[in-house]
Every structure is written in C-alpha cells, then in structure tokens.
C-alpha cells in the first residue's frame, strides 16, 4: 500500500488544484498560511513549506505585506507553447492524418511509474500513432498518460482527435519540460515512418503537468529529412 502524502504535499496539490481548474487565475490571492493552517488543521511551518515549495515552481509568487498570489503563468507560454499538430498543418494548407498503432492500457514498469508520480503496477494508458501531412509520415508519437488526470484518454478517437488536443481540453497544462536530441531510430519506428533505420531523426522527450498530476510522458520522433522545429521568444 502507497504511504500516505505528507500534510503539506495534500496543502499543495489543494492549491495546484484550484489553479489548474480556474477557480484562482493570475494575479488572485491564495490563502493566506493562517487559512490554510485552519483548514487542514496543520502547523505553521507546514503550511509555510507548502507555499514556499509552490513559489519554487513558479505556480505562485509570495511578496512581503502583499501575501501568495497565483503566478502569472502566461509566462509559461512565452517559452514554450504547446501546439497541437492538427492546427500546424492546417496553417500550412496541409492535411493531417493519424495512423494508429495502439491503444491500450497497461502497467507501469519502474522508470515510467517514477515519471508519472505512480506506484510501479498502477494502470497508465499507452497510445502509439503515426502522424501524416499530406500522406507523408512526419511523426512517430508513443505517449504514456496518467488515468488520473485524462480518464477518458482512451475512448479518444485519435484519427479525429489528436492526443495533444485531448489533453489541452480534459488535463489543462500547468507545467512543462522537454528535451530534444539527435539519434537514429529503431526498425519498428523506421518501419512506420518509412524511412531507412540510417536516417537522422530528432526526438522530442515531453512531459506535462495538470494541476496535482504529471498528465503524459511521450516520445516523439521527426525524420530530420521532413520536419524542422522552429518557435518565437519575446521579451
């Protein structure tokens, strides 16, 4: 049986919960550590650990005489934006198609349990696709997804509906990372995509936070030879 989480983890995932559903937007004070002393019945340096670990993540901002608010997370997006392949290819003129591998829902090995923030066993679904722009291969896409946070994932129909927009609707994204490398890719992948298992492709390693929940992990892989990542920064 999972232990139990500690009182100032419940206090924090209290508050990512009502930011991540709207009810506090940025800007909108968060209660104070008295409040949230009387409510979960805690201590003070409980309630304080609380607030200081979510300023840490950026979800809030603590200013003296002022008190917590919601952070301005739009600043999240001035970094990275997360955009759904559908809408890229339709600003192109081009049509997207979705090629589905799998659907299912299966086990939690050790390593996707502890990028998930799960116990080793629990349930996760597992979705692989194929994305196509114009009948051409571009994207192979394999995406773990936390139940907790997308428990209709699986009833998606991913050749309508992709998993990115699934997720932007149903698990609204409070935080992210991503890493992306050069490697070659292995021949069920090549096989998918079309292409020799020689050929350079990018890789996208993806995580996404709703609220209280690590939402997905997913890998994504670009043929080098037909996709090209590109972004806008501003101050």
Not at 87 to 100: F, I, L, N, Q, W
Not at 114 to 135: D, Q
Not at 171 to 181: F, K, M, V, W
Request: charged share 25%; hydrophobic share 40%.
């Amino acid at each position: 049986m999972a232990a139990a989480k500690p009182a100032y983890g419940q206090v924090k995932d209290w508050v990512r919960q009502h930011i991540a559903r709207g009810d506090w937007r940025p800007g909108d004070p968060v209660p104070s550590e008295a409040a949230l002393m009387e409510r979960f019945g805690v201590s003070r340096m409980t309630a304080h650990r609380a607030l200081r670990e979510l300023a840490a993540e950026g979800l809030v901002t603590r200013t003296q005489g002022s008190g917590t608010r919601v952070a301005q997370l739009h600043r999240i997006s001035s970094q990275l934006v997360i955009r759904d392949i559908h809408e890229e290819m339709a600003e192109r003129g081009h049509e997207h198609g979705t090629r589905v591998l799998k659907v299912a829902q299966e086990k939690a090995g050790a390593e996707l349990a502890g990028s998930l923030r799960l116990r080793k066993g629990a349930p996760v679904f597992h979705t692989v696709l194929v994305h196509l722009e114009n009948a051409v291969p571009i994207l192979y896409e394999d995406r773990y997804v936390n139940p907790a946070a997308a428990p209709a994932y699986l009833d998606t129909d991913f050749t309508r509906t992709s998993p990115t927009s699934h997720l932007l609707e149903h698990a609204p994204l409070t935080e992210a990372s991503y890493t992306i490398e050069a490697c070659l890719p292995s021949a069920d992948e090549a096989r998918a995509l079309g292409i020799r298992v020689s050929e350079p492709c990018l890789v996208m390693m993806r995580r996404t936070v709703s609220g209280a929940h690590v939402a997905s992990v997913a890998r994504q892989l670009y043929p080098g030879s037909r996709y090209s990542f590109s972004g806008q920064f501003a101050a």
